[in-house]
């Protein structure tokens, strides 16, 4: 499963710091350090490990289910989205310097991730991730209008509507204004959904 998280409030940020000069620029890499300290801290309870960083954005994985079972990875998912509920609790609207506030929309995708490495040369060398659950976490964080929310793909709907309370969005793609996707917004977790364990760090791949 993949989870991208994009900050909420950097470019406001930016502009306010950006008139302080070379302290503006001092005081913003705190602030977004200090914002993505705080958001990998609580990533890493549910087992993600972070990916890449891209700016004020990041890209999660989780390690694909031991015994590759459904039940396992409805676990997982449960695991996640839980946690990324915390998160917007935690991290949603948290002043983080001269009351400019920052939040995160976060996306959820699954299914199958393949990693490849592209470079090599003088040692220099990156890692891409490649797959469908990718693109499903990217278009379910551009749904997000602001930050504080957790949206899913339609693909991980299906396995964890039975815990969670949300509502359906449906956004058009493509050529044709006929052509739509459902993805769902994470409201809480259902009354019947007892809370799932969490781990401990997050790693850095």
């Avoid at 983080?96 to 920052?102: C, G, M, W």
């Avoid at 891409?128 to 976490?137: F, K, N, T, V």
């Avoid at 504080?148 to 050529?175: A, M, P, Q, W, Y």
């Avoid at 739509?180 to 409201?187: A, D, P, V």
């Amino acid at each position: 499963q993949v989870m991208f998280a994009d900050i909420s409030g950097f470019t406001k940020l930016a502009e306010c710091l950006s008139k302080k000069g070379k302290e503006g620029s001092e005081l913003l890499a705190f602030a977004i350090n200090r914002y993505m300290e705080l958001l990998v801290k609580s990533i890493g309870k549910s087992g993600g490990d972070i990916f890449k960083y891209a700016g004020d954005a990041l890209i999660v994985l989780w390690p694909p289910p031991q015994n590759d079972s459904d039940e396992e990875l409805t676990h997982l998912l449960r695991q996640a989205v839980q946690n990324a509920l915390d998160i917007q609790t935690k991290l949603d609207n948290l002043a983080v310097i001269e009351n400019q506030k920052l939040s995160v929309k976060i996306g959820f995708g699954v299914g199958d991730v393949s990693i490849v490495q592209v470079g090599g040369e003088r040692g220099r060398a990156e890692y891409l991730a490649l797959g469908e659950p990718l693109s499903q976490a990217f278009e379910s964080e551009h749904n997000a209008e602001s930050g504080g929310v957790v949206i899913v793909s339609n693909e991980v709907h299906e396995r964890i509507k039975d815990f969670f309370d949300s509502d359906c969005l449906t956004s058009h793609h493509g050529e044709s204004e006929t052509e739509s996707k459902n993805f769902y917004l994470i409201k809480s977790a259902s009354q019947q959904n007892q809370s799932v364990q969490m781990k401990a760090d997050a790693l850095l791949i």
